[in-house]
């Protein structure tokens, strides 16, 4: 499961956020962020205690907290 979380205008604590709601859903999907900054951009992995099932409801509660534009 690759995320996509633009950092620039994300509110703080987003990612935190993230890894609730992906905890909410576990499953065996890895979970990777792709965060976009100000000095770049840069791919993030979640651990081993942050893997998901892809789910409709995960995929709702995702856009919600990110986003359309969140689900690569």
Not at 10 to 15: D, K, M, R, S, Y
Request: hydrophobic share 50%.
């Amino acid at each position: 499961m690759r995320l996509k979380v633009d950092a620039r205008i994300a509110p703080a604590g987003v990612v935190r956020e993230l890894a609730t709601v992906v905890k909410d859903f576990p499953g065996e999907a890895p979970v990777y962020i792709d965060l976009i900054t100000s000095m770049g951009s840069k791919l993030l992995e979640l651990g081993p205690n942050y893997r998901v099932q892809p789910v409709p409801d995960f995929f709702a509660e995702v856009k919600h907290l990110l986003g359309e534009a969140a689900i690569a």
